[in-house]
């Protein structure tokens, strides 16, 4: 790849950083690694030292770095048009919101909402569910992550919401989803008891809130910075029933799951289940310039077709977006993404199943197409994980920076390392790849054998 002569070092872009930049959930003024190109699954610093993505920067990267058909989409628009207001009409916005309603399911689904990215649908999703029910509350998952703006944040359960709560904002009410692992059950055994037990209390929640102020229940089809949590059998179907009985909307948010990550163009498509709102982002243009959105059933659509939609952004349906938007959705059609990333789960599966059984610090291996989590535990019987939710420590902090050392580029939080590549990495590339993983646990093993864990 050709690149332009560089004006500042490595040394001094991150110097820059460190002195101008406020850095997302972290105290400012840290330390940074400052990057200078992307290409395919791969990033390389400054020095030239090249590693593999192996969370898709922030599992958005589905496509991977700097791929022709969305790099020359994009400029191809950028010469035509960049950007034109929301109130008129566009060919990239109409023929992208057009392929979303058809990945959907064009039988349910009738029209789409675009914003930036994956809070801002959140957000605009929970102002319809507001306005189409004239109830207030959100119903969300306390183990989830929905954005950081005001409402996606307050319906975020982890511990970025807090923030957002100085002041405090109405209507935002948390119920624990299910964590099989965690919750000290076993995935495949227990799943049937484990639903009836979570939709009873969820049930009973819903009933002590009055189900007649409940506007929406928010959740990810399958929960993903919280730890790729797969949930039990019947317990997506079970909330969808919940709604139904009390005409509460359901909104799934495929900000991170979407777009073939888990083998389908969205993840509720593993359940037998039908959302009425899918919130998306990342994945539908992989970041090459963002975007997000709502997509919207019969029942949201109808009632905006008789009443005014109050959501309104300027770069709604920004046009350059749009374009890299139509081209991402073309490739994943195109070139069969989804059962490429079936054949791959066929090789990251067994791999880290393969490290669950081999490693004392791995308690639990889950993954759904590439979309993959190791549970990291201190004691396998017991459960112990490495550190506890919410209590900072620094052994997951020094297993990122082992990986990251020798060109394996990922994140995970108290007790998960996350493997969710880009959904292009090819056999060759996972298997030369995934024993730096085995190498780094190795380890972590013998950290724990000696005590020093
Ligand atoms: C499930 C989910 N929803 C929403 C968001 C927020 O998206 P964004 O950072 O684009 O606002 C994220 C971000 O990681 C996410 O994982």
Not at 32 to 48: N, Q
Not at 134 to 156: E, M, P, V, W
Not at 271 to 277: L, N
Not at 354 to 375: N, Q
């Amino acid at each position: 790849m050709e690149l332009a002569k560089r004006e500042w070092s490595g040394k001094e872009v991150a110097e820059m950083h460190r002195q101008y930049i406020m850095q997302s959930w972290s105290k400012c003024g840290g330390d940074v690694l400052p990057v200078e190109k992307a290409k395919g699954i791969y990033f390389w610093d400054y020095d030239g030292k090249k590693y593999a993505d192996m969370a898709s920067l922030l599992v958005c990267s589905n496509l991977g770095h700097g791929l022709p058909e969305i790099v020359e989409a994009v400029k191809t628009q950028a010469d035509k048009m960049c950007f034109m207001a929301p109130a008129y009409a566009s060919e990239p916005k109409s023929r992208l919101a057009k392929m979303l309603v058809e990945a959907a399911g064009s039988d349910i689904y009738r029209r789409v909402f675009f914003t930036n990215d994956g809070a801002e649908s959140n957000e605009n999703a929970i102002k319809m569910a507001r306005m189409v029910t004239g109830r207030t509350k959100i119903f969300s998952c306390y183990r989830s992550y929905h954005g950081a703006t005001l409402a996606a944040s307050n319906a975020s359960g982890d511990w970025r919401r807090f923030a957002a709560e100085i002041g405090g904002a109405n209507g935002f009410v948390k119920f624990m989803n299910p964590h099989m692992y965690r919750d000290g059950y076993d995935k495949g055994v227990d799943d049937a008891m484990v639903t009836k037990k979570s939709l009873e209390a969820l049930e009973l929640q819903m009933r002590y809130e009055g189900p007649e102020n409940v506007a929406a229940v928010l959740m990810e089809s399958i929960v993903g910075a919280n730890g790729v949590i797969l949930p039990p059998d019947g317990y997506m179907e079970g909330v969808r029933a919940l709604c139904d009985k009390y005409g509460i909307l359901l909104i799934c948010d495929e900000v991170m799951a979407g777009f073939f990550r888990t083998g389908k163009w969205f993840a509720w498509q593993n359940f037998d289940i039908k959302p009425d709102m899918i919130t998306f982002a990342k994945g539908v243009t992989c970041g090459y310039v963002p975007l997000g959105g709502v997509i919207v059933n019969g029942r949201v659509a109808d009632y905006f077709e008789e009443n005014v939609l109050q959501c309104g952004l300027t770069y709604s349906g920004h046009t350059l977006a749009c374009a890299a938007g139509v081209a991402a959705m073309n490739y994943y059609k195109e070139h069969e993404i989804g059962k490429h990333v079936m054949q791959m789960q066929g090789i990251l599966m067994p791999f880290l199943e393969h490290m669950a059984e081999k490693h004392i610090c791995v308690g639990e291996a889950r993954c759904i197409g590439l979309f993959g989590v190791l549970e990291m535990v201190k004691n396998k019987q017991t459960r112990e994980p490495m550190q506890e939710y919410g209590i900072p420590g620094p052994w997951m902090p020094w297993i990122f920076t082992e990986l990251k050392k020798r060109g394996f580029a990922t994140f995970g939080r108290e007790n998960f390392i996350e493997i969710c590549p880009p959904l292009i990495i090819t056999e060759r590339e996972l298997e030369e790849y995934l024993p730096v993983l085995d190498e780094v646990l190795t380890m972590v093993d013998e950290k724990l054998e000696g005590g020093m864990l």
